[in-house]
């Protein structure tokens, strides 16, 4: 950016303006004039009296004679009162140029620039570290930098020469005291902070005031380069951007887009003045005045400027140890701060940061996290409130902050640790890039090759492959042998920082490289729709995912996490050529989810968030085995993973191949799992891939009916195959070397990559946990009784036994949720039963030949019963008790409501579901109107229909005569419409005095005629029928028989005649009208 001109080192250099004529003199007269001088006018400055008097000095001579005698004062030891004199002076009289008083001697009132610019130049002496550093040294720098900050701020009329003399001051003091190593204790290390953000301050003034010319810019590029192994120099300068970018953002993409916030703090550092082009030319000088920050990353860079080298040589001229200096121990740490405050700016561009709510730097998202301690929050997650995490202003001075997506239902306390991230609670979304924001290839044009070398920092490369000097730091053979020397840095000799503990790192670098590659993930995964790539980025990209997702020798596990935290929408972004990294992320998250512990990164991130981030990777690739099919896979570094020739790594393997891989990730995943919202989304990832594998397993099977290929069919009976090409294998391997995935392999069937086995695995696996750990929880408990009722509708051929299981284990949740003591019945409670009662009603429903099993039924009528009445009937410890003999005491009436729902299910629906109207009404769509509508009998009408009421809950409504259709108006028809509870129904009767089946074979139904004797046969006798046997009429009569005569004996034919007219006469008075 400055290469064409010139630096001012040399200015610098061979200014004398800092000495003074009494150097030439022996050290006991300086020291003698100078107290004797200085202490009548500092005295003059500390006595209240006296201090509103006039100066002692009244002309130009005077004053400069006296500040030749102050600069010399000003090298003198702080065994006394002179420096501190001296100091007290020249604070006094730079204030010229803010406000004149009458202590300052009038040749400076009249020409304030002039001599302030003279009085800088000898204030740089009081900067000479001191062999007796102490806190008197400290105080004084101190009160000389709060003086230039006044002086900046407030002064109103400072020439450009003076600003320039101001800055070169700067400049000179912070080279002094921070280019040479950091000596422990001393003064630099007390003062870099506040030096730094002096200088950075009245620098950010002096753009406003008057703009430095590009020499300065380049001057102080080149001097803050020497001072990057102190952190502050990192911290301020990651501040000073962040609120440059803040401000750049206002005016460059408009109000709508996400604003940047940071702290009120370092807001402040900007001048409300300085307009939007200084503040764009500003932001982007100061982007580049760290340089390169991948050099902190080489110990031999940072050590090899002037300062360092001075210190190589020790008194008999052999060069010393690179690792005996204590401040390049903390490089790890400040390239970390340097790639995390990158990482602020980046997020800011893409509109994802969040700020933070004390006055700690702003945050960007989805960090990595260093928990020391868990709180695991049962409530259900619609009765949680959220809460946010604040940290101590404190924390902000030594470590700057970021935020991780954890989870809605853990809370995390991280502490100061480099990976630690308080800011955002796990309660809180993941932000959304902007819709406005820039392009990636124009992101990358700014970080890119900041972040993709920082990602390749310390990375031992295939086998084959050759960075060139774009992607490392080290170009030279001496170079490389400082940063190995750094590298191996013992720990024993790093000085005592709680912000570092090499141990968690033992790469050293692995932070701020982890920090750089979640970057770059995050970038990518802002692609919009449609938007182009340079392919370059791409390729870069590409290498680095393979080489952060490595799990073999050259693992590192804070990349691997943090490449997973950034990268869940990674396959959902459509970029070109993405998919040649899937078996590298399968291989990824077969290192994660099948480990319940994650041992070897819950030291530096919160476990919860890895494993959700890698179940929303497993989500996305899910599909891909289904969608591509046979497909092969690219193969990016052919034969450059291992020496192993017979690595899967390096050979081109089908998506459908990676299925069987994915499907154990899947359930190991869900065995080990312990948070709810991520068990949650297993279960519904669990019913999708059975889903589709059965929709799929059906168009195979009827394009190989219909006498197609049947591609997609045939995967799943060539397991050996899966088994061999996806790296599943089951060879036995030593415990130490075993991955979770291969010893999970062993234990899954070899079929469970198809619809059926995949059924048969998630059924067993669900109902074991939904009776063990997950039926205290209520969320995991609904998402499981989500999933197997899903798991009913799959129309896959499976045993009875296994449904069988479902059910019986859906009967026992009730059974132990309606069984827990009575305090802890609940609202959400009784809404696990319900929806276990639903969950019963939608498997009987799909398969009511469950019911024609004896003991299946059985087991359900007794569940129905304990929902409605609130107990069983029978128990193995009890005798049989009647229903008129219990009292009713259901848990709830929503729950006994749920119960009478399934009786109704079972009484009316199995068997005739779903009804002619379809699956989505439950009742009949028939009505009174639509019977009256569609008969075809005229005499029909609303007055032809009866109602009756039962139990005060059911309405009958009755039609007594035939519809006209196809019953048969010969038989007795009744039609009978049931309002209920459980809906309305629609029943016609017939009487029929033969089945249905005999009446369709026969026109009519004739009865049978009465069958007609046949006389003819056999023989035929004459024989006289008597009331009474021959031997009664042989018995004499006596008086009393013959007392009562014989009828035809009585009547005459008089009597007859008469009895006749009688009855005519009788006849005719009925058939008179009355009158």
Request: charged share 20%; aromatic share 8%; proline share 7%.
């Given at each position: ?485 750094g590298s191996q840095m013992s720990t024993d000799t790093m000085v005592s920082n709680p912000m570092f503990d090499a141990s968690e790192f033992p790469d050293n670098y692995e932070a701020g490289r982890a920090e750089a590659c979640g970057t770059l993930c995050r970038i990518f995964c ?550």
């Amino acid at each position: 950016m400055y290469s064409e001109w010139r630096s001012l080192h040399l200015v610098i250099q061979n200014d004398q303006g800092h000495t003074s004529v009494l150097h030439s003199y022996p050290e006991s007269v300086g020291r003698e004039v100078a107290n004797a001088v200085v202490h009548p006018l500092g005295q003059a400055l500390g006595t209240p009296s006296v201090a509103g008097s006039e100066s002692l000095l009244k002309t130009d001579k005077e004053v400069k004679w006296t500040m030749e005698v102050i600069c010399y004062g000003l090298t003198l030891p702080l065994d006394g009162e002179t420096v501190k004199y001296c100091v007290d002076v020249y604070t006094d009289w730079i204030m010229a140029l803010v406000l004149p008083k009458d202590s300052i001697p009038l040749p400076v009132i009249k020409e304030p620039n002039l001599y302030v610019q003279s009085i800088l130049k000898h204030l740089q002496n009081l900067f000479v570290p001191r062999q007796e550093q102490g806190s008197s040294q400290i105080r004084l720098c101190l009160q000389v930098l709060r003086a230039i900050q006044k002086l900046a701020r407030e002064s109103s009329i400072m020439a450009r020469e003076t600003w320039e003399v101001l800055l070169l001051f700067l400049l000179q003091i912070n080279d002094i005291l921070l280019a040479p190593p950091t000596v422990q204790g001393g003064i630099a290390e007390n003062l870099a902070e506040k030096l730094i953000g002096v200088l950075f301050e009245v620098w950010l003034l002096a753009c406003t005031r008057c703009f430095p010319t590009p020499p300065y810019w380049k001057t102080a590029k080149e001097m803050v380069a020497n001072w990057r192994h102190h952190p502050a120099v990192v911290e301020q300068w990651s501040k000073v951007t962040c609120a440059l970018t803040s401000r750049l953002l206002r005016f460059t993409y408009g109000p709508s887009f996400p604003p940047f916030k940071v702290p009120d703090e370092d807001a402040s550092l900007i001048p409300p003045e300085m307009d939007n082009e200084c503040v764009a030319q500003t932001w982007f000088r100061f982007l580049h005045m760290l340089s390169n920050p991948v050099d902190l990353s080489n110990p031999a860079i940072i050590s090899s400027t002037p300062k360092f080298q001075e210190q190589f040589l020790n008194v008999s001229g052999m060069p010393q140890e690179l690792n005996q200096y204590p401040c390049l121990k903390h490089l790890p740490q400040i390239f970390f701060r340097a790639m995390r405050g990158i990482s602020c700016l980046v997020d800011a561009f893409l509109g994802i940061s969040r700020p933070r709510s004390d006055s700690a730097p702003p945050t960007p998202v989805n960090r990595l996290s260093m928990p020391q301690s868990t709180a695991v929050n049962t409530t259900p997650p619609h009765n949680r409130r959220h809460r946010a995490v604040t940290v101590n202003k404190a924390t902000m001075k030594t470590s700057t902050v970021s935020t991780a997506h954890a989870s809605k239902v853990q809370h995390q306390t991280s502490s100061t640790s480099p990976l630690s991230s308080p800011n955002q609670t796990s309660s809180e979304p993941r932000p959304l890039p902007a819709p406005r924001r820039p392009k990636v290839n124009s992101i990358l044009n700014l970080f890119g090759s900041w972040l993709f070398d920082a990602a390749f920092v310390h990375c031992k490369l295939h086998n084959g492959i050759n960075r060139d000097s774009s992607m490392t730091a080290i170009t030279t053979q001496a170079s490389m042998e400082f940063r190995r020397k750094g590298s191996q840095m013992s720990t024993d000799t790093m000085v005592s920082n709680p912000m570092f503990d090499a141990s968690e790192f033992p790469d050293n670098y692995e932070a701020g490289r982890a920090e750089a590659c979640g970057t770059l993930c995050r970038i990518f995964c802002s692609k919009k729709t449609g938007e182009e790539i340079l392919p370059a980025y791409l390729s870069r990209f590409y290498m680095l995912l393979i080489q952060g997702l490595q799990i073999n020798d050259y693992v590192c596990h804070p990349v691997l996490a943090s490449v997973i935290l950034n990268s869940p929408p990674l396959f959902c972004c459509d970029l070109k050529g993405i998919d040649v990294v899937v078996p590298y992320f399968i291989s990824a998250l077969e290192t994660i989810l099948p480990d319940r512990e994650l041992s070897k990164f819950k030291s530096y991130v919160n476990p919860t968030e890895l494993r959700r981030s890698s179940i929303n990777i497993l989500l996305s690739l899910l599909p891909l085995p289904h969608h591509f099919g046979t497909v092969r896979s690219e193969v990016v570094l052919e034969g450059k993973f291992s020496n192993d020739d017979s690595s899967s790594y390096d050979k081109p393997i089908t998506f459908l191949s990676l299925k069987l891989r994915l499907v154990n990730i899947l359930i190991g995943a869900l065995q080990t799992e312990t948070d709810p919202n991520n068990t949650q989304m297993i279960l519904g990832a669990m019913l999708n891939i059975v889903q589709d594998s059965a929709l799929l397993e059906a168009i195979g099977c009827q394009m190989e009916m219909g006498g197609g290929e049947n591609n997609l069919k045939s995967h799943s009976r060539t397991n050996s195959g899966i088994s061999s090409a996806s790296g599943g294998s089951t060879e036995p391997t030593t415990p130490d070397s075993e991955r979770p995935a291969q010893a999970l392999l062993r234990d899954y069937a070899l079929n469970t990559d198809s619809a059926a086995g995949l059924l048969i695995r998630s059924i067993h696996l669900v109902t074991q946990r939904l009776n063990s750990q997950w039926r205290q929880d209520m969320s995991i408990s609904l998402a499981a009784l989500e999933l197997l009722s899903g798991l009913a509708k799959v129309k896959v051929m499976v045993d009875s036994g296994d449904r069988k299981r479902a059910i019986s284990s859906v009967c026992s949740y009730i059974v132990y949720q309606c069984s827990r003591p009575a305090p802890l019945h609940s609202r959400d409670l009784h809404s696990m039963i319900v929806a276990a009662f639903q969950c019963l009603c939608v498997w009987l429903t799909e398969h009511p030949d469950m019911l024609d099993e004896k003991d299946c039924l059985k087991e359900v009528l007794e569940i129905v019963e304990l929902g409605i009445s609130g107990s069983k009937s029978k128990s193995s410890e009890q005798e049989v008790k009647y229903k008129g003999d219990k009292e009713p005491n259901p848990a709830s009436m929503r729950v006994k409501d749920a119960a009478e729902a399934t009786l109704t299910c079972i009484m009316q629906l199995l068997g005739a579901f779903p009804s002619p109207s379809g699956p989505a009404s439950p009742c009949s769509l028939v009505n009174e109107t639509t019977l009256i509508k569609y008969s075809r009998l005229p005499t029909i009408n609303k007055h032809s229909f009866r109602y009756f009421v039962l139990d005060n809950s059911v309405i009958l409504a009755m039609l007594e005569q035939p519809l006209g259709n196809e019953q048969n108006d010969f038989f007795p028809s009744v039609t009978v419409l049931v309002r209920g509870m459980s809906g309305r129904l629609a029943w016609a009767q017939q009487l029929c005095l033969l089945p249905r089946g005999a009446k369709a074979n026969q026109k009519l139904f004739v009865p049978e005629p009465r069958p007609v004797p046949k006389n003819d046969v056999g023989f035929k006798y004459t024989v006289k029928h008597r009331p009474f046997p021959e031997e009664v009429d042989k018995i004499p009569f006596v008086k009393a028989d013959l007392s009562i005569p014989d009828l035809h004996e009585i009547v005459t034919e008089e009597r007859r005649l008469g009895w006749s007219n009688f009855d005519d006469h009788s006849g005719r008075e009925k058939e008179r009208p009355p009158e």
